[in-house]
């Protein structure tokens, strides 16, 4: 048979066309295509619809100063984290090491910025979704506008919008706005925060924990389709890369391995995949291959791909430079549910128990999950807030900021944002001025991961009603917490 | 502000019907619309008393085309040709189109690119217009297909459609957006602000920028945001729009331009002014 032959009869045999435009209660637009030929192999792509704002070529020729504020307008729900990624990855240009009290408050800002996204996309953007639509009436579609849900469930709307509050209202003592946040610098803060205020917030943490742990009980009543999909994970973590772990007793003893926690703020690349070969059975506590890349060797590791008409450009890694260099990269899932894979060992215990009532032991396969790791994680980053805080607190105050010298230089920097890893680099001239600009978005990063979920899950609804079947690939859509406004800046 | 705008707040308060409301986002970090979810309970009361019949952000249903809205508020940049359409569209359904933050209102952030810095100095280009600009630059640094993108010198809302009233500031105001909507249900008139972010500043004692070296535009900046850069060490870069329609607005202008370039190098005070697009306001 010819070629075209085969291609036309493929089409005959085409059985099944999904297409959803404009996919709602997600930030910025994008749309999904599928279909299904003879019920099993199945095609997805999502296309996304925003226009591209060239937020990285704007500012080639401007001054450093200007990165953190115009890269923080990427996004309006995790302004901070582009602000935090800039300010680090500047400062690491320039040499600039900054106080401990910075890194404190840096830490206790995204944490508390994780939170709030996590508890607005938990109960509004996502969390309707996972009513079954069997219930009578049919829930779903009723929830399909959250007033109505709100209506229905008010005791939990109350919980998620104070524990929202609590968190924003950490996010203004700090950086003194919630959206496009004021002090943070390259060097430290503008401007300290007023203790009191911070103290105020610490007394009130009690409730914000009990809030998150309601909120982790009511999410765990909730039936996660099952679905499972072999994949690699990605993460910042306080594991050490095999360079520095041959010296790890020295580093023990030193004691520059006490500080380790579920890493949000810093790390190097914690990288996961399955063991066992691909076709073996899924069970919890699977063995994984987990590799440590310094952050330093990203570019060496990861690498945006760019096809024309497309906005975004797409990550991909390999452990072999070489063949990363050929375009045989591999596809990877970042956010919540890859931090809970890869980094369980370093939560809480609260945490962990916490986890167990949505699984056992991770890894787990089931990217629906990912709502479950984002209910956990709210509460492993209030446990940190509370720590640090009392640190904080306790700690005479530093300067605000520490000074530096403007050199030439490169840097990358990058910080766990709600939805992943967020990378960004910058070339800096002798004054300051920027030559090059180079942003990495989670959402950039886990498209790939996302279609190939909803190729492996497109066949398992293949009975549904196609009301039903849409719903369903929203729900894993929206689980994924895509963020297209960041993907295209 | 227009006579057609005051006809319809008028008839929108004499109305005993709920308004009905849409929510738009053309391309933008939607962070305006953040700011209004911030407001928390506050904006659940709201819910109750207005009809929110679009807001994406919220709900799953898609809206038969002929819907009519009392007020659309609609935030971004009509970057594509398909945000211009939309932007067309709600203006044909909507009763009053509100633009909604700096974005909407003066082109945010995304007008950036409409400046071009050749031989010094720099100058505006003008929608429409086909010159070769720093924008086609900024498309080849970013995307090798670059051909495929979009890349229009970024508009403000009213210079695509009539717009009836501007809620400025990157992001807005949550408190300023609700006072607005409060007034709307209850008919009244709605004001634009007049004094400068500088008085503000002044009155809530923050440290002035300007003295200590930095380039502030808050002397010449539309108030109403309270000073809120300020509050965070933040000088203020203009994203609500310059003073207008006020005694001495234009000297204020001057005198601030003239004390700038006495202590500045030029290229310094551009940016700043090229920042929110308060640039092409001050001519």
């Known amino acids: 048979m010819s070629l075209n032959h085969a291609k036309l009869d493929a089409k005959k045999r085409e059985s099944m066309r999904i297409s959803i435009n404009h996919i709602a209660k997600t930030e910025g637009h994008f749309s999904f295509e599928g279909a299904l030929f003879n019920g099993d192999i199945a095609r997805a792509k999502i296309i996304t619809l925003e226009g591209a704002r060239l937020i990285e070529g704007m500012l080639v020729g401007r001054p450093y100063y200007e990165a953190p504020i115009l890269t923080s307008r990427i996004c309006g729900i995790c302004p901070i984290v582009h602000m935090l990624t800039s300010i680090k990855a500047i400062e690491k240009a320039f040499g600039v090491k900054v106080s401990e009290q910075t890194?404190?408050?840096?830490?206790i800002l995204e944490n508390a910025q994780i939170i709030h996204s996590h508890a607005l996309h938990l109960f509004f953007l996502s969390g309707p979704d996972f009513f079954p639509p069997k219930a009578d009436p049919p829930l779903a579609e009723n929830f399909s506008n959250d007033l109505k849900f709100i209506k229905k469930f008010p005791k939990e709307t109350a919980i998620a919008v104070r524990l929202r509050d609590y968190a924003l209202n950490i996010v203004k003592i700090i950086s003194a706005r919630a959206v496009h946040n004021l002090t943070p610098e390259v060097g430290g803060f503008k401007k300290l925060p007023d203790k009191q205020k911070l103290q105020k917030s610490l007394n009130e943490i009690d409730k914000a924990i009990a809030d998150a742990e309601s909120l982790i009980k009511f999410f765990a009543k909730l039936k996660y389709p099952h679905f499972q999909r072999k994949t690699n994970f990605a993460c910042l973590s306080s594991d050490l890369p095999a360079k520095a772990l041959a010296s790890a007793e020295a580093l023990a003893k030193e004691g520059l391995a006490k500080n380790k926690e579920y890493s949000i703020y810093d790390g190097d690349i914690c990288l996961t995949s399955p063991a066992s070969n691909c076709h073996s059975p899924?069970?919890?506590g699977n063995p994984v291959k987990k590799t440590v890349i310094p952050l330093a060797d990203f570019f060496k590791h990861f690498k945006e791909e760019e096809f024309p008409k497309e906005m975004v450009k797409r990550a991909k890694f390999d452990l072999s430079p070489v063949a990363l260099a050929k375009g045989e990269g591999k596809v990877y899932m970042i956010g919540a549910i890859a931090r809970i894979n890869n980094n369980f060992k370093f939560l809480n215990e609260k945490s962990k128990k916490a986890w167990k009532q949505f699984a056992d032991k991770p890894p787990i396969y089931n990217s629906f999950y990912n709502v479950a790791a984002q209910a956990v994680e709210c509460l492993e980053l209030l446990l940190q807030i509370?720590?640090?805080?009392?640190?904080?607190i306790k700690k005479p105050a530093a300067p605000a900021a520490v000074s530096f010298k403007i050199k030439a230089g490169k840097g990358l920097g990058a910080v766990e944002a709600p939805r992943g890893t967020l990378y960004h680099y910058y070339e800096l001239d002798k004054n300051g001025i920027i030559k090059k600009c180079q942003i990495i978005t989670p959402t950039?990063?886990?498209?790939?991961?996302?279609?190939d979920d909803l190729k492996e899950y497109l066949p398992k609804t293949k009975k549904m009603s196609a009301k039903e079947r849409e719903q369903k690939l929203k729900t894993l859509i929206r689980a994924y917490d895509p963020c297209i406004a960041c993907a295209t800046h | 502000m227009n006579r057609r705008f005051y006809y319809w707040v008028d008839i929108l308060g004499m109305k005993n019907k709920k308004l009905k409301i849409g929510i738009f986002s053309l391309t933008c970090c939607e962070g305006c619309e953040f700011a209004i979810l911030d407001l928390g309970e506050k904006f659940l009361k709201l819910a109750e008393k207005v009809d929110i019949i679009n807001f994406r952000l919220l709900e799953e249903n898609k809206h038969p085309k002929i819907e009519e809205y009392d007020v659309a508020f609609v935030e971004g940049s009509p970057i594509t040709k398909e945000n211009e359409k939309t932007l067309k569209k709600i203006r044909k359904n909507s009763r009053l189109l509100v633009a909604l933050g700096n974005c909407?209102?003066?082109?945010?952030?995304?007008?950036?690119?409409n400046w071009e810095h050749a031989a010094g100095g720099s100058s505006p280009?003008?929608?429409?217009?086909k010159r070769i600009t720093n924008k086609s630059k900024i498309v080849k640094a970013v995307y090798k297909y670059w051909q495929y993108v979009e890349n229009p010198a970024v508009p403000r809302l009213d210079e695509v459609v009539k717009v009836d009233f501007t809620i400025p500031a990157c992001p807005i105001s949550g408190e300023e957006f609700l006072e607005i909507v409060y007034n709307l249900i209850n008919g009244k008139k709605l004001k634009e602000k007049t004094n400068p972010v500088c008085r503000e500043c002044q009155t809530r004692g923050f440290a002035c920028l300007l003295q200590k070296g930095q380039i502030c535009l808050g002397p010449i900046t539309c108030g109403g945001c309270g000073a809120v850069c300020l509050s965070g060490s933040q000088p203020c870069w203009g994203c609500r729009g310059r003073i207008k329609n006020s005694?001495?607005?234009?000297?204020?202008v001057a005198n601030l331009l003239n004390h700038l370039t006495k202590n500045y190098p030029a290229k310094k005070i551009e940016w700043?002014?090229?920042?929110?697009?308060?640039?092409?306001?001050?001519?």
């Open chain 1, 103 to 107: 890194i404190i408050l840096r830490k």
């Open chain 1, 282 to 284: 899924i069970k919890s």
């Open chain 1, 386 to 392: 509370e720590k640090d805080l009392k640190i904080l």
């Open chain 1, 444 to 451: 950039a990063q886990f498209l790939n991961n996302l279609e």
């Open chain 2, 104 to 113: 909407a209102a003066m082109g945010g952030i995304h007008q950036i690119k």
């Open chain 2, 125 to 129: 280009t003008n929608y429409e217009s």
């Open chain 2, 247 to 252: 005694k001495g607005s234009e000297e204020a």
């Open chain 2, 272 to 283: 700043a002014k090229e920042f929110f697009g308060i640039k092409k306001e001050l001519g």
